[in-house]
């Protein structure tokens, strides 16, 4: 089973400043994806960027980029010039490609993401 | 264009009751799924439907079921509710299968089991 395991339960920054929020997962799969998805406390959970496991550019979204490490099964999202709207639970989550098959998303607990005035 | 939508927004239920959740998916998807949210912890993957069937569950209990209608909508059925499944409850869409298409989610229901 695949597992994806975020070991910062609380990140905090201050505005304009840079942060990275760690990811790591488990699989035996060789082709996947992995999102990063935010949730502020209006619970709608929103996709902020994905990555295709076969790409090896790292994906960059306006100030949202990935370091994407295959062989570490490593996953952080780095946030540039941090903006109070920013401020939310941030998941990290893994689908499996499996030709067309019904996969759900495997999330990670969340990174709770202050950011200071 | 609306976004997915799920109704109530909230609601309180006593153990041992049944309890229905409702999806409408964005217009022209196909694809809807269900996932479990329990406080302070990730969603867990509950069930995907494509076409009214069901294409994928997650390890969830047979006290968890679901349907698709003809016009794409979904319903979620919980039977003898237990206090462990007090959660939010999130229903996504996506335009089919195909692992490129991105999933919608709604906002969620807030299920309370007391």
């Known amino acids: 089973a695949q597992t994806v395991t975020q070991s910062q339960p609380e990140m905090s920054v201050q505005e304009a400043e840079t942060v990275t929020l760690s990811c790591t997962y488990d699989?035996?799969?060789?082709?996947?994806?992995l999102f990063w998805y935010k949730q502020p406390p209006s619970r709608q959970m929103i996709l902020v960027i994905r990555?295709?496991?076969?790409?090896?550019q790292n994906a960059t979204e306006n100030r949202f980029s990935v370091n994407f490490q295959k062989a570490a099964k490593s996953f952080s999202l780095k946030i540039s010039d941090s903006q109070l709207g920013d401020a939310a639970m941030y998941f990290c989550a893994y689908r499996p490609y499996s030709g067309g098959g019904a996969d759900g998303l495997t999330f990670g607990k969340g990174t709770h993401l202050i950011i200071q005035p | 264009d609306a976004g997915v939508t799920q109704s109530p927004t909230h609601l309180i239920k006593t153990r041992g009751q049944h309890v229905t959740l409702r999806c409408s998916p964005i217009?022209?998807?196909?694809?809807v799924s269900w996932y479990q949210q329990v406080l302070g912890q990730g969603p867990q993957f509950i069930f995907q439907?494509?076409?009214?069937?069901?294409?994928g569950r997650g390890n969830f209990p047979d006290r968890f079921s679901a349907r698709q209608f003809p016009n794409y909508s979904s319903e979620l059925n919980v039977n003898a509710l237990l206090l462990g499944d007090s959660a939010l409850y999130l229903c996504?869409?996506?335009?089919?299968?195909?692992?490129?298409?991105?999933?919608?989610f709604g906002p969620g229901t807030r299920l309370t089991v007391t």
């Open positions: 990555q295709e496991a076969y790409k090896q």
């Open positions: 699989t035996s799969e060789s082709d996947y994806y």
């Open positions: 996504a869409s996506s335009r089919g299968l195909n692992q490129d298409y991105e999933q919608y």
């Open positions: 217009s022209g998807h196909k694809s």
């Open positions: 439907y494509y076409e009214k069937e069901e294409r």
